[in-house]
């Protein structure tokens, strides 16, 4: 088999460079270690950047984005007793979309199979190799045959866990990571949401988020410790939870229901450097992880697309294939600003089991981010996501 561009991961990252460079006419492969059934059972957020919104347009992706995303042009801190609205369009002219990603990935599936382009997925032991000699090739077995995937360039879009950053050797790569001591605890249900937008809650119980699927379907999320069991947390223990974290008036307004999905998740802040080994391009959370507290893991990813998108275009299209030594410098310069935002928006919302100086800092830092215009206008303008950077 033989291809321009060989994709591992048929995640969002994967599907949409796919779509678009199968819209430009550069042939590509994908491959998928799991079934389509698995990879649309991952439930994840839904807040869209203004830069991933219209990268799905460019993708001819958009339709049902369009018409079910819920536009929203602000978001509510609350703390110490008081409501902040941040009114993002007013603050940027720019606005967010609440569209869940399970959403996104089906949109994505639906447009690689009516294009007929290829992926294949349970395919087993992926493995990369010959990207830092010119000769770049993965191998893997479908449907029992072992198979060998040729190709000029290798997008590893396959995940934290996935087998691109590992091939890589560990002396030409640098990792960087900071874990928090807490999880949160997640809980989907068909119930209306609590607000028409997003509202991010610190209470010295600790932090809570009030999210949304659509009009009828919400998410809510609580701190947690790291020691806790999801199967110690009945749906009652939850919404109790949840209601004595929120301002009383909120608490009023809340509308419980059955679960549909519980989980813990772990928060971590994670970079690899550099993202390019040769012909092989780390991809979304292959090369990076922040805390979802920024709502930035899949905004993060979609930046990637942009300019791996774009410098692939010029090697294969115009000819430049010097574009693509720039793709790592581009994607780091937006990931750490993105990293930096998750890891202020965690540690200004979430309770640390800090010493006094650490949490009167906090609050200080919570009184003038929402007490002044220019402290509105940085959250605003790292919420809504900083402009995408093709290479040039």
């Known amino acids: 088999m033989k291809t321009q561009v060989a994709i591992i991961g048929a995640g969002p990252s994967g599907l949409l460079l796919g779509q678009l460079l199968h819209r430009c006419g550069i042939d590509n492969v994908i491959l998928e270690r799991q079934a389509p059934d698995y990879v649309l059972g991952r439930i994840r957020a839904g807040v869209l950047e203004h830069g991933f919104v219209n990268l799905m347009r460019e993708a001819g992706v958009s339709a049902h984005m369009d018409e079910q995303g819920l ?16 009114d993002m369009k007013a603050l940027t002219g720019k606005s967010v979309l609440v569209y869940g990603q399970t959403e996104v990935t089906r949109d994505l599936m639906a447009a690689r199979k009516a294009s007929g382009a290829p992926i294949h997925y349970e395919a087993a032991d992926v493995q990369p190799h010959g990207f830092l000699d010119g000769k770049p090739r993965v191998t893997f077995t479908h449907q029992g045959k072992a198979m060998t995937l040729e190709c000029d360039y290798i997008a590893g ?4 866990h996935g087998v691109s950053r ?13 874990v928090y001591p807490f999880g949160w605890l997640g809980l989907l249900s068909d ?8 509202v991010y809650v610190n209470n010295p119980r600790g932090f809570a988020l009030c999210s949304m699927r659509s009009h009828t379907r919400s998410r809510y999320y609580l701190q947690c410790s790291l020691a806790e069991h999801v ?4 749906d009652d223990r939850f919404w109790t939870e949840l209601a004595a974290r929120l301002p009383e008036d909120m608490a009023g307004k809340l509308v419980t229901g059955p679960s549909l999905e519980k989980s813990i998740a772990p928060l971590r802040s994670f970079v690899a450097e550099p993202m390019k080994f040769g012909n092989l391009f780390l991809v979304g959370d292959a090369a990076h992880i922040v805390p979802p507290t920024g709502a930035k893991g899949l905004n993060l990813a979609s930046s990637d ?14 000819k430049r294939p010097d574009l693509l030594e720039r793709y790592s410098e581009i994607c780091l310069r937006r990931i750490w600003k993105a990293e930096r935002f998750s890891w202020w928006m965690t540690t200004l919302l979430h309770t640390f089991d800090d010493d006094p100086f650490s949490r009167r800092i906090q609050k200080a830092e919570q ?8 402290g ?9 996501g900083l402009p995408y950077e093709a290479v040039v």
């Open 191 to 198: 119930t209306p949401p609590l607000e028409d937008e997003l």
């Open 305 to 318: 697309v942009y300019t791996l998108y774009h410098a692939l275009r010029g090697a294969l299209l115009d």
């Open 231 to 234: 199967e110690d947390w009945s």
């Open 367 to 374: 009184d003038y981010y929402t007490s002044t215009q220019a």
């Open 71 to 86: 536009e929203h042009d602000g978001f509510t801190l609350a703390f110490q007793g008081r409501r902040h609205r941040v």
């Open 376 to 384: 509105l206008t940085t959250i605003a303008e790292n919420y809504v």
């Open 157 to 160: 879009c396959d995940g934290f």
């Open 166 to 178: 590992k091939s890589v050797p560990q002396d030409r790569i640098r990792h960087f990571e900071r």
